[in-house]
Nanobody, 128 residues
Framework: QVQLVESGGGLVQAGGSLRLSCVVS????????MGWFRQAPGKEREFVAA????????YYLDSVKGRFIISRDNVKNTVYLQMNSLKPEDTAVYYC?????????????????????WGQGTQVTVSS
């Protein structure tokens, strides 16, 4: 069983930054591609970013390209989401997810159904 625990959410003004972290335990972290998703009230869960097992490839939602950066530390079993230039529309609960996959990440990893394990989520609120 794989456990994922997110942290780092909070309240920030528009234009500000936050860094989310997701610590993974229970399996060999480096065997898993990782993704970040978000869900705003009344909306469906939305893909944000994904990173391959090695960190060599990443894939982003168009609206966060150039503002968000996904990274990972396979020694610390942690995946990060650095969020800069935050906008009110980024307000959501952010979830990290894991899938056992050793290839490059592409648009295929933008589908929530690809992921086997999920964290409990962390709230990000961006005020205008």
């Amino acid at each position: 069983q794989v456990q994922l625990v997110e942290s780092g959410g909070g309240l920030v003004q528009a234009g500000g930054s936050l860094r989310l972290s997701c610590v993974v335990s229970g399996r060999t972290f480096s065997n898993y591609a990782m993704g970040w998703f978000r869900q705003a009230p009344g909306k469906e869960r939305e893909f944000v970013a994904a990173i391959s097992w090695s960190g060599a490839t990443t894939y982003y939602l168009d609206s966060v390209k150039g503002r968000f950066i996904i990274s990972r530390d396979n020694v610390k079993n942690t995946v990060y989401l650095q969020m800069n230039s935050l906008k009110p529309e980024d307000t959501a609960v952010y979830y990290c997810a894991a899938v056992r996959y050793l290839g490059s990440v592409t648009s295929a990893q933008a589908m929530a159904s690809k992921y086997d394990y999920w964290g409990q989520g962390t709230q990000v609120t961006v005020s205008s």
